[in-house]
């Protein structure tokens, strides 16, 4: 749900906070509040997550994606989810961690993509850093539009002609808008 204002009261005693946040009326919203208002009444909690909206990408922009992908894997030899995992090493986001030497295996396979940076030693303790690169179904506008511009880059490169500056302007600016 998406909210256009939020206001802070505290009922007589002051010892609680109310939070109140104002919706669209649609029946979608109507049908989520009845739904956790009956979590309430069952004695159980709810958890919060209140946080600035983003607008997510469009499955069209996603799509271009992916035809993309394929054209390119077909020249290049390889499949279009290979090329993905590449195109992410290349334009995604990522984030540096560090773990043990013994897990290393293990957060591999949770992760989309990861390039192993080598050993370091933190308050006495080795561990091997690691540049973790999230799933593009995580990304903002931004963020899909910076490795949407990569992949297009390298397929024009290839002599691939799959999508105009102004069509990929246009998927971007639907983002969000479904």
């Not at 390039?115 to 933190?122: S, W």
């Not at 080795?126 to 506008?141: D, E, K």
């Amino acid at each position: 749900m998406k909210a256009s204002n939020i206001k802070l009261q505290y009922p007589e005693d002051y010892k609680k906070m109310e939070i109140v946040l104002t919706l669209d009326k649609t029946q979608q919203n109507i049908q989520k509040i009845a739904d956790l208002k009956k979590i309430i009444e069952e004695g159980k909690l709810l958890k919060v997550d209140i946080k600035q909206h983003r607008k997510r990408r469009s499955l069209d922009a996603n799509a271009m994606l992916w035809v993309i992908l394929s054209e390119m894997a077909i020249i290049l030899r390889t499949t279009k989810e290979e090329l993905y995992l590449e195109m992410l090493g290349r334009y995604g986001v990522f984030t540096h961690i560090i773990v043990k030497p013994e897990v290393v295996d293990k957060v591999k396979n949770e992760w989309r993509t990861v390039r192993e940076l080598g050993e370091i030693t933190v308050n006495g303790q080795t561990g091997i850093q690691l540049q973790c690169y999230f799933g593009s179904s995580t990304y903002n506008s931004k963020e899909f539009s910076i490795l949407l511009d990569g992949v297009v880059s390298e397929a024009k490169e290839l002599g691939i002609d799959v999508i105009s500056d102004k069509e990929k302007q246009e998927l971007i600016e639907k983002w969000g808008q479904r």
